[in-house]
Nanobody, 125 residues
Framework: QVQLVESGGGLVQSGGSLRLSCAATGTIYSNYRMAWIRQAPGKEREFVASVSWRNNKKDYTDSVKGRFTISRDAATNTVDLQMNNLKPEDTAIYYC??????????????????WGPGTQVTVSS
């Protein structure tokens, strides 16, 4: 069973940068899709970005394109999210998640089977 732990959250001013990291223990199979998903106060969980473990295909939600970059390292079983030009609306708990049998679109929240505990990102204006 894969376990996920996020790190790197914190408080940053608008326009600043943060780098989140997700460390996965256990076996990451090549068909897995790993993602970052966030939840702002009072809102539903929202897809942010994902990466296919097999072919490194990446997907992003429109609001973060050009600002966020997802990357994976198969040697260390980590998935990072580099977040630049942060905005107050990026404030949320950010979760790392795994879809073990991706047969739906990356943005389908219900498809993700395994979740980390989350890390808080707060962007002040």
């Amino acid at each position: 069973q894969v376990q996920l732990v996020e790190s790197g959250g914190g408080l940053v001013q608008s326009g600043g940068s943060l780098r989140l990291s997700c460390a996965a223990t256990g076996t990451i199979y090549s068909n897995y899709r790993m993602a970052w998903i966030r939840q702002a106060p009072g809102k539903e969980r929202e897809f942010v970005a994902s990466v296919s473990w097999r072919n490194n295909k990446k997907d992003y939600t429109d609001s973060v394109k050009g600002r966020f970059t997802i990357s994976r390292d198969a040697a260390t079983n980590t998935v990072d999210l580099q977040m630049n030009n942060l905005k107050p609306e990026d404030t949320a708990i950010y979760y790392c998640a795994v879809d073990v049998s991706p047969d739906s679109s990356p943005g389908t929240i219900g498809a993700y089977d395994l979740w980390g505990p989350g890390t808080q990102v707060t962007v002040s204006s």
